[in-house]
């Protein structure tokens, strides 16, 4: 199995919502990140958990909240979202260390009304 | 800076012939170079990775070439297929002990009947 579920495939909210984004792995990967992506733009790097500990948070505004449960589970918490922050959200899972395959989910689709 | 810049930023082609797409590199410290192919509103998936070692690798029609020293890549598509029509991105990792992602801008590719 070598897939990243993320759910919903699609979300709209309001900006008074709150709303959760999971994504799930079974690979035994020790690594997990968020990715936000606009059109036509490469990912940028959200969070970064490594043995289910935050180790990067790339400044990310405090309405993006992370959490990773367990070593297959990770949830990125939205509340108070802006228009802007409509994208397509990421979810990727890796080994570590560097020099292995770094799987991605499909994507969450985010607008926010 | 670490960045990672790739040409052309798009490219049309009719079906059955091949392209190249170039990717060149100032990521320090290296670990790999991967190539990933990115539908619309998807995720990415993984076509190759190449450490500092390899200079070339294969995938079905995919063929990816690294020079180290010049810190130049390309991504050479042979026959190419209706479905290749994609963004195909190129991916330096950061030797920092775990995977940072450094990700080019992307060459929209569209094969054309």
């Known amino acids: 199995d070598t897939e990243v579920t993320q759910t919903p495939k699609h979300l709209v909210m309001g900006m008074t919502n709150k709303k959760s984004l999971k994504c799930e792995q079974h690979?035994?990967?020790?690594?997990m990140y968020w990715y936000k992506q606009k059109a036509k733009k490469p990912p940028e790097l959200m969070f970064v958990y490594s043995y289910e500990k935050l180790s990067i948070n790339e400044s990310v505004p405090s309405r993006f909240s992370p959490e990773c449960p367990n070593s297959s589970l990770l949830n990125l918490h939205l509340h108070a979202l802006q228009p802007e922050d409509s994208a397509l959200y990421l979810c990727a899972s890796s080994r570590p260390d560097g020099n292995t395959e770094a799987f991605f989910g499909q994507g969450t689709r985010l607008t926010v009304v | 800076k670490n960045q990672v810049e790739q040409s052309p930023q798009s490219l049309i082609i009719l079906e059955g012939k091949n392209c190249t797409l170039q990717c060149n590199y100032t990521v320090s410290p290296f670990s790999n170079l991967r190539w990933y192919k990115q539908d619309t509103g998807r995720g990415p998936v993984s076509l190759t990775i190449?450490?500092?070692?390899?200079n070339t690798k294969s995938n079905g029609r995919y063929t990816a070439t690294l020079d180290a020293d010049t810190k130049q890549s390309s991504l050479h598509i042979t026959a190419s297929q209706l479905s290749d029509s994609a963004s195909y991105i190129c991916?330096?990792?950061?030797?920092?002990?775990?995977?940072?992602?450094?990700f080019g801008t992307g060459t929209r590719l569209l094969v054309s009947p």
């Open positions: 690979m035994g990967h020790r690594a």
């Open positions: 190449m450490t500092f070692s390899e």
């Open positions: 991916v330096v990792t950061l030797n920092t002990g775990f995977q940072k992602l450094v």
